[in-house]
């Protein structure tokens, strides 16, 4: 069984940490989203949670026309889905 990765932005309340924004990334639009990361020689794929600032954000969500709210943690998150 192969497994497929699903990428997410997702952000959290600085103060309740609870999670109040998701968007899927699409897996065609991950080499772009890529370019806006940092690259990160331990985890090439993202497949652990990285944070990003709200900028790279803005950036990310603007490929999949979508829009965030200021003042909360992002980060893409990532799990993985049997194919």
């Not at 026309?65 to 799990?79: A, F, L, M, T, V």
Request: aromatic share 10%.
């Amino acid at each position: 069984m192969s497994q497929t990765l699903i990428h997410q932005v997702v952000g959290y309340d600085p103060t309740t940490e609870q999670l109040v924004f998701e968007v899927d990334i699409p897996n065609e639009s991950w080499g772009a989203v890529k370019s806006i990361l940092r690259d990160d020689e331990g985890d090439p794929e993202y497949v652990y949670i990285h944070k990003i600032d709200y900028s790279q954000a803005a950036d990310i969500l603007g490929l999949v026309h979508k829009s965030g709210p200021r003042g909360i943690d992002y980060y893409i998150e990532c799990s993985a889905e049997a194919a």
